[in-house]
DNA sequence: AGCGCGGCTTTTC
DNA sequence: CGAAAAGCCGCGC
């Protein structure tokens, strides 16, 4: 199989890797799939099933060609560009700049 | 080159 | 069991 199906191990990769992005960079739920081994649309689910917000920041995460795509939380697309700014990520015209701001994992 | 459409995979309700 | 969801990719026009 191409991709991992061990729940509990997928969501902790997540979240490992949320973390460990540095304040003021993003990433893609592309860069995350790849780097866990997850689909994209698992990863999705997992964010947006994310109970510690404050913990784990789904809003760092955006779609692969620097659209935020969606956020779960209060205020919804508003909020996530909100939180990104907030970190010194600059938005423009709704898309953040993937070459400048987009965070490499390390290996997992 | 840009837009629209459908298929794919996993998790949750 | 069936459908939906915070996406991605490939194809056709």
């Known amino acids: 199989m191409k991709y991992s199906t061990n729940h ?8 490992i ?3 460990k992005i540095p304040k003021g960079k993003v990433s893609t739920y592309k860069a995350v799939s790849q780097a866990t081994g997850i689909h994209p649309r ?8 994310n109970k510690e917000p404050e913990k784990y920041p789904c809003y760092k995460i955006v779609k692969s060609d620097g659209r935020l795509g969606g956020y779960g939380g209060p205020g919804g697309v508003k909020r996530k560009k909100e939180l990104l700014e907030r970190d010194g990520i600059e938005i423009m015209n709704g ?14």
């Open 95 to 108: 898309k953040v700049d993937l070459k400048k701001y987009l965070h490499i994992f390390s290996k997992i």
């Open 17 to 19: 890797l949320l973390i």
């Open 42 to 49: 698992a990863v999705s689910r997992i964010l947006h099933a």
């Open 8 to 15: 509990w191990n997928n969501i902790n990769k997540v979240y």
